[in-house]
Nanobody, 115 residues
Framework: QVQPVESGGGLAQPGGSLRLSCAAS????????MGWYRQAPGKQRELVAS???????YYADSVKGRFTISRDNAKNTVSLQMNSLKPEDTAVYYC?????????WGQGTQVTVSS
């Protein structure tokens, strides 16, 4: 069983920065894709960014140029550096690890962008 655990959420002002991290605990043979999703109140969960084992990345249009995803394969961790934050980035952020055909979700961390 793989359990991702997020950290690093909190309150930021518009234009500010936050860094989210996610580490996997449990029995891990091989984590394939890693990603960050977010869910704002009243909205569906959406993919924000993802990264493959080889380092190929994907970003939602709304965060391109502002967010950067990175991973450490040896430590089974994934991070999301969020710069130039906007109020519309406010959401609960979840990390997800894919092991084979199974996805594992973290419990989420709140990010609030407000002055």
């Amino acid at each position: 069983q793989v359990q991702p655990v997020e950290s690093g959420g909190g309150l930021a002002q518009p234009g500010g920065s936050l860094r989210l991290s996610c580490a996997a605990s449990g029995s891990i043979f091989s984590i394939n894709g890693m990603g960050w999703y977010r869910q704002a109140p009243g909205k569906q969960r959406e993919l924000v960014a993802s990264i493959t084992t080889g380092g190929s990345t994907y970003y939602a249009d709304s965060v391109k140029g502002r967010f950067t995803i990175s991973r450490d394969n040896a430590k089974n961790t994934v991070s999301l550096q969020m710069n130039s934050l906007k109020p519309e980035d406010t959401a609960v952020y979840y990390c997800r690890f894919n092991v084979g055909a199974t996805g594992y979700w973290g419990q989420g961390t709140q990010v609030t962008v407000s002055s």
